[in-house]
């Protein structure tokens, strides 16, 4: 192999161009710092933008309309011709979005300074880092490194991915056809999303769990309401199951399983997604070698410097301990850069991370939930509002719902908002806001909101846990 030995200095070299890393570059080199940002695919963006929340919620759109579409005649009187999905032009929408909104990552690279090199790269000790490219070693040294190589989706001994019949999520967003049955290992949130996107393109879907409840870690009342309703939409679901094997011949593949009464069963689909976590990508990038410090599940522990326990060299975003979600990631590498750079910023706070499942409704959540109040031995109070008595959701027709804030008895204080309503993720905003700034319940239940819009039925939410609604 053919070594650049020059050893160009940087001030900051990111190993991994998704939403902590490529975010993080560009924070640096706006405060002037000489940036590189390598990543191993050609183009910037990560697991978010290239295999994960950007194309699954850019097909999810399409299933969105498609479904709706189909009912335009039965509820608002309006005809249609008859409708037909044409896959291959979803997917080249899907690939444009990403590819559109990838070049707007390389272009802001450009405008702010940041070096971006594709290629594989390897710490080879502080300061020090070797990035491998079609038979090509360049050597760079890094004042600072910092480490966003995410993760990537856990396997299951009996279920080994082929990219055939058994799959992972990357796989499950770039089907050529609607499968006939698609099984869903794993009942959480890419799951439940990737699995509401091809039923309502056409797909039987049953999701198997092997816990007692789906989304655990979310409102189960919430999370109940919106089981109804996908079961109404027809998705199937197997709780508190053991897998025992798979069996595949011509016509699919089937999972036996051990149902709650230990009785075993088939069930026959045509693809199995592997849905079951993500695990750290703490093994790649020559982390091994450097000894860093890691929690049970392989996570690099930081300190609130986002510095791991080798001088100079930090980690961020699904690496580290705390919700893999893109935008934890990119809060993180923000503030890494800007308290490396001697400025003032408070520490990301965990607990007021939204968290968004975009199926129709959303569940949105931020803070606690109700149990886990509970559970940290807090008293509470709760106030709930049905969608049902929201005039803007009846007007769309989207009255399915339900707005639940969760306060500390004590001061009223709030500890949690948890929406399952049309477009939940664009609205839950108000309330992270208020649990920042540490309102109570009474304080967000006197907020103005226009009307009519949903975010009314957060207010009355908010009213009911600070004493008393209005519409209720
Ligand atoms: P990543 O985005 O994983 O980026 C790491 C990068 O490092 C990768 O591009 C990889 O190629 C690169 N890399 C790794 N090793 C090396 C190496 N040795 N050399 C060079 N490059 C390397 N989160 C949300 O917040 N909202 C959502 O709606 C959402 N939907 C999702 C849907 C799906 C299907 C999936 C799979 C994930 C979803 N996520 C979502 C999670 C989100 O994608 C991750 O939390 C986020 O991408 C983590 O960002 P990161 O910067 O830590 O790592």
């Known amino acids: 192999m053919k070594t650049d030995g020059a050893g160009e200095s940087f001030d900051l070299v990111v190993i991994g161009g998704g939403p902590g890393g490529y975010v993080a570059a560009i924070r640096a080199a706006q405060l002037g710092w000489r940036t590189l940002c390598v990543d191993r695919h050609g183009r910037p963006g990560g697991t978010c933008l290239l295999e994960g929340c950007i194309p699954s919620k850019t097909l999810l759109e399409t299933a969105r309309l498609f479904r709706e579409a189909q009912h335009l005649v039965e509820e608002h009187g309006i005809e249609e011709s008859k409708l037909s999905l044409d896959v291959k032009t979803m997917m080249e929408r899907k690939e444009k979005v990403v590819d559109g909104l990838s070049q707007g990552i390389a272009h802001l690279f450009r405008k702010a300074g940041v070096e971006f090199v594709t290629g594989e790269a390897r710490v080879e000790g502080p300061g020090a880092v070797a990035i491998t490219s079609g038979g090509h070693e360049r050597k760079v040294k890094a004042e600072r490194i910092l480490l966003a190589v995410g993760s990537r989706p856990a396997e299951l001994f009996l279920l080994p991915v082929d990219g055939h019949r058994i799959l992972h999520s990357g796989h499950v967003l770039s089907f050529k056809r609607v499968p006939r049955h698609l099984i869903i290992v794993g009942g959480g949130v890419i799951g439940l999303e990737l699995g509401s996107l091809w039923l309502r393109l056409g797909s039987k879907v049953t999701v198997v769990e092997m816990l007692p409840e789906i989304l655990p870690g979310m409102d189960q009342t919430l999370v109940r309401h919106l089981t109804r309703q996908l079961r109404k939409e ?108 001697g400025l003032q910023r408070d520490n990301v706070r965990l607990d007021t991370i939204p968290q968004v499942l975009y199926t129709d409704p959303e569940l949105a959540a931020v803070g606690l939930t109700e149990e886990q109040a509970r559970q940290q031995g807090l008293e509470v109070v709760t106030g709930s509002f049905p969608l049902q008595a929201n005039g803007r959701a009846r007007s769309m027709g989207k009255a399915e719902g339900l707005v639940k804030v969760v306060a500390r008895a004590e001061d009223n204080r709030l500890l949690g908002v948890h929406i399952l309503a049309p477009h939940a993720g664009e609205w839950l905003s108000t309330a992270t806001l208020a649990i920042k700034k540490g309102m109570t319940a009474q304080e967000l239940g006197r907020l103005i909101c226009p009307h009519p819009s949903l975010a009314e039925a957060l207010k009355e939410a908010a009213m009911a846990a600070g004493g008393k609604a209005i519409h209720l």
Request: net charge negative; hydrophobic share 40%.
């Open 234 to 341: 027809g998705m199937q679901f197997l709780t508190g199951v053991h897998l025992v094997r798979v069996i595949e011949d011509e016509d699919g593949i089937s999972l036996v399983y051990r149902d709650r009464e230990d009785r075993e069963e088939v069930l026959a689909g045509t693809r199995i997604l592997v849905s079951a976590g993500r695990v750290p990508n703490s093994d790649v990038a020559g982390i091994p070698q450097l000894g860093l410090l890691k929690d049970a599940q392989g996570r690099l522990l930081v300190d609130d410097q986002y510095a791991t326990s080798v001088p100079g060299i930090y980690a961020i975003g699904d690496l580290t301990p705390g919700p893999m979600l893109a935008h934890r990631a990119s809060e993180e590498g923000i503030v890494m850069v800007e308290r490396a750079a």
